[in-house]
T-cell receptor, first 116, second 114 residues
Framework: EAQVTQNPRYLITVTGKKLTVTCSQN?????MSWYRQDPGLGLRQIYY???????DKGDVPEGYKVSRKEKRNFPLILESPSPNQTSLYFC???????????????FGDGTRLSIL | AQKITQTQPGMFVQEKEAVTLDCTYDTSDPSYGLFWYKQPSSGEMIFLIY??????QNATEGRYSLNFQKARKSANLVISASQLGDSAMYFC???????????FGTGTKLQVIP
């Protein structure tokens, strides 16, 4: 089954404790992206990646890191989480930006992070 | 910078009626893509429909159609014959000319009344 898999689905942790949210897709997609969803703000793009070893900042990258060492994986790293990073996070992927901007994104089921 | 505006935080519609969800956008790029996604209460994001900036005709997908007015920079979603399962959050999104950055609106919560 074609899917984007995020782990964990839920996490409660404390300020300053490094964490990683994993994202993996099995569709051989080149483009991957991370978003955070907050009430009243919709989804905001954190980082995106056009292909392996190519990443760039979205609109709200502060406090986050990403890496793209393999095509299928795009982990989101919070080196020193703070309470304002409490949010619902989505990973998404799409086929290839070189095919045009008509490629819809496939989303994971989301990760709900609570930073105390 | 590109921007998506959804001015209706919440809407109600009677079952079997049609409903229009508004979306306006702002960009200086001549080439862009517009998307609508549905987010049910279960949380997943579901792609509904796409419209390209150079497409001459309005996009349609089953009961979903996109009323694209390029001069007014609007891309409204029309749902015909609403069903109870249409109750959800709906997000309008735009992909920029580089095909890389994606901007979402704040969403509209639609509730279908029996």
């Amino acid at each position: 089954e074609a899917q984007v898999t995020q782990n964990p689905r839920y996490l409660i942790t404390v300020t300053g404790k490094k964490l990683t949210v994993t994202c993996s897709q099995n569709m051989n997609h080149e483009y991957m992206s991370w978003y955070r969803q907050d009430p009243g703000l919709g989804l905001r793009q954190i980082y995106y990646s056009m292909n392996v070893e190519v990443t760039d900042k979205g609109d709200v990258p502060e406090g986050y890191k990403v890496s793209r060492k393999e095509k299928r994986n795009f982990p989101l790293i919070l080196e020193s989480p703070s309470p304002n990073q409490t949010s619902l996070y989505f990973c998404a992927s799409s086929l290839s930006v070189t095919l045009g901007h008509n490629q819809p994104q496939h989303f994971g089921d989301g990760t709900r992070l609570s930073i105390l | 910078a590109q921007k998506i505006t959804q001015t209706q935080p919440g809407m109600f519609v009677q079952e079997k009626e049609a409903v229009t969800l508004d979306c306006t956008y702002d960009t200086s790029d001549p080439s862009y893509g517009l998307f609508w996604y549905k987010q049910p209460s279960s949380g997943e994001m579901i792609f509904l429909i796409y419209q390209g900036s150079y497409d001459q005709q309005n996009a349609t997908e089953g009961r979903y159609s996109l009323n694209f007015q390029k001069a007014r920079k609007s891309a409204n979603l029309v749902i015909s014959a609403s069903q109870l399962g249409d109750s959800a959050m709906y997000f309008c999104a735009m992909r920029d000319a580089s095909y890389q950055k994606v901007t979402f609106g704040t969403g509209t919560k639609l509730q279908v009344i029996p």
